[in-house]
């Protein structure tokens, strides 16, 4: 997911750069590693410049047009795209700048594959994203119209949801500030 506007950043934060590297590309090529071609970029605020980020773009590419509705919208149209064709998504944020390949491939690799069973990833005492939600998520998924994101979806009694630890997921890039820590410990 890389739609929205980053007001709190102030500038195109899916665009900043770690080590050269934008933090849309870093986030697309894990989620490429993981998910091969299957991979769907969303896109909204500032479209044009993030797709050009990560050319040549592998996968797919959505454009958001409500992305300041949040990022709610920004997973349900991702879920239309792919709802009779998948059996789950893997939910990715690009300002998790720590997320790793590995880590992708773990919570894939912790799904049963039943439809009622959320892999969701575990740090800092509580749970989120990078999330899979399988197939029997979709039909909630597709309401979704604000910044919660799938979030109600793992207290919902009917869905089991198994974590997998990751520490470094509780890192995200909110402020120019945050991005410079995050690079500093990148290159160190």
């Given at each position: 997911m890389a739609a929205g506007s980053a007001s709190r950043f102030g500038s195109s934060k899916q665009l900043a750069e770690i080590d050269g590297t934008p933090l849309v590309q870093r986030a697309l090529?894990?989620?490429?590693?993981?998910?091969?071609?299957?991979?769907?970029?969303?896109?909204?605020?500032?479209w044009k410049a993030v797709i050009a980020a990560c050319d040549p773009l592998p996968g797919f590419f959505l454009r958001n047009d409500d992305y300041a509705d949040g990022l709610g919208t920004s997973i349900a149209q991702a879920v239309r795209s792919v709802q009779h064709v998948a059996r789950a998504i893997v939910v990715v944020l690009a300002d998790?700048?720590?997320?790793t390949a590995a880590h992708l491939?773990?919570?894939?690799?912790?799904?049963?594959?039943?439809?009622?069973?959320?892999v969701a990833t575990a740090f800092a005492g509580t749970t989120g994203a990078p999330v899979l939600f399988p197939r029997g998520c979709f039909g909630d998924l597709l309401t979704l119209g604000d910044d919660a994101g799938g979030r109600h979806l793992l207290a919902d009694q009917r869905f089991t949801?198994?974590?997998?630890?990751?520490?470094?997921?509780?890192i995200d890039?909110?402020?120019?500030?945050?991005?410079?820590?995050?690079?500093?410990?990148?290159?160190?």
């Amino acid at each position: 997911m890389a739609a929205g506007s980053a007001s709190r950043f102030g500038s195109s934060k899916q665009l900043a750069e770690i080590d050269g590297t934008p933090l849309v590309q870093r986030a697309l090529e894990l989620a490429v590693l993981a998910c091969g071609a299957n991979t769907i970029l969303v896109v909204g605020h500032d479209w044009k410049a993030v797709i050009a980020a990560c050319d040549p773009l592998p996968g797919f590419f959505l454009r958001n047009d409500d992305y300041a509705d949040g990022l709610g919208t920004s997973i349900a149209q991702a879920v239309r795209s792919v709802q009779h064709v998948a059996r789950a998504i893997v939910v990715v944020l690009a300002d998790q700048a720590l997320i790793t390949a590995a880590h992708l491939q773990a919570l894939q690799t912790a799904w049963s594959g039943a439809d009622d069973e959320i892999v969701a990833t575990a740090f800092a005492g509580t749970t989120g994203a990078p999330v899979l939600f399988p197939r029997g998520c979709f039909g909630d998924l597709l309401t979704l119209g604000d910044d919660a994101g799938g979030r109600h979806l793992l207290a919902d009694q009917r869905f089991t949801v198994r974590n997998v630890t990751f520490e470094p997921a509780a890192i995200d890039i909110d402020t120019p500030e945050d991005l410079r820590q995050i690079a500093r410990s990148v290159r160190n």
